[in-house]
């Protein structure tokens, strides 16, 4: 078995962009002394591969790059957020609509990450399957049931994730 054959090369390049890593190391300054969900790579990543297995059990139409591509970009804007007040959705997708060209991705690939990065924060029936799937991988990235800080958390109990599903 060819381990090295699912290629993602864009991938890749979001990772290495200094925009991205620039966002990461701001967040993890930023969050040193928070009690509540961090929003490090580890969540990132954890969000993009709960979101792959959910496009996979579910054969949805949406390619493996473009998935990543937005969960390693969905938070990338709280710094933004925590320094200007920028709502942390609104400066993700301004965030990815600068990397994503970079790591090679078309214009179209590009708005539909953008819009889905956007609008990730609340679950509406008129959202893309991408920004569906999303926001129900972002929820079910955090182990809630387990959170220390759960008295102090302001998560409405149905955003919160009392199970282990993925």
């Known amino acids: 078995m060819d381990w090295n054959k699912d290629n993602m ?14 966002g990461l190391q701001r967040i993890v300054e930023l969050e ?11 969540h990132l990543l954890d969000v993009a591969r709960i979101a792959w297995i959910m496009v996979l059990e579910q054969q949805l139409p949406l390619e493996k790059e473009i998935v990543y591509g937005a969960a390693l970009l969905h938070d990338l804007g709280r710094y933004r957020q ?3 007040n920028i709502p942390h959705h609104q400066a993700s997708a301004e965030l990815a609509k600068a990397i994503l060209p970079d790591a090679g991705y078309t214009v179209e690939e590009v708005d539909a990450i953008a819009d889905a ?25 955090r182990s809630c049931f387990q959170c ?3 008295a102090e958390c302001k ?12």
């Open 9 to 22: 090369e864009r991938i890749d390049a979001i990772l290495q962009d200094s925009r991205f890593q620039y």
């Open 32 to 42: 040193k002394e928070r009690i509540f969900c961090c929003h490090r790579l580890e």
């Open 82 to 84: 925590y320094e200007e």
């Open 117 to 141: 990065i956007g609008q990730h924060g609340d679950q509406t029936a008129s959202q893309s399957i991408l920004a569906q799937v999303l926001y129900r991988a972002d929820k079910l990235s």
């Open 148 to 150: 220390a800080a759960q």
């Open 155 to 166: 998560w409405s109990e149905e955003k919160r994730n009392q199970t282990i599903r993925y």
